[in-house]
């Protein structure tokens, strides 16, 4: 009887926190991600990021528009995207599930601002969350 009313009181308290918990931490989990677009209409170019967190990544990590240079954030996403097309191309070599699509980045071409500051930060964002990188002095793993 005595293991009983234990096992019960540690049930209700359970409950008690599970309930008392941080909704905000229930609702980013539930929550459901708009897809981010990466466009620029005039040159027909656009590419959509659905990787979860990258919009939390946007608003609380990624640094202003206007901290890098567009010049600086092509001359990386060159980099990035060299690197990234290396591993989508060997799906036996690295993980086929962050790899999934070789991006079409023309180093003559401009893409504008825009494009080159979201393809810019999720690189930033992918490197840390899969804990990889991707060249351009940024710590982590290759995968």
């Not at 954030?73 to 999934?100: D, G, H, K, L």
Request: charged fraction near 15%.
């Amino acid at each position: 009887m005595k293991t009983l009313k234990q096992i019960l009181v540690l049930c209700i308290l359970g409950i008690f926190f599970y309930a008392c918990g941080s909704t905000s931490v229930k609702n980013v989990a539930t929550q459901k991600e708009e897809p981010v677009v990466i466009a620029n209409d005039s040159l027909e170019y656009e590419i959509t990021i659905i990787d979860l967190g990258f919009n939390l990544f946007l608003n609380t990590v990624a640094h202003s528009r206007g901290f890098y240079s567009q010049e600086y954030m092509e001359t990386r996403n060159q980099f990035f995207v060299t690197n990234w097309n290396i591993r989508a191309r060997n799906p036996n070599q690295f993980n086929a599930n962050i790899y999934e699509n070789v991006i079409d980045y023309q180093p003559n071409i401009d893409y504008g601002f825009e494009v080159n500051y979201l393809l810019y930060n999720y690189f930033m964002f992918a490197q840390q969350k899969y804990n990889m990188s991707l060249g351009v002095g940024f710590p982590g793993k290759t995968r």
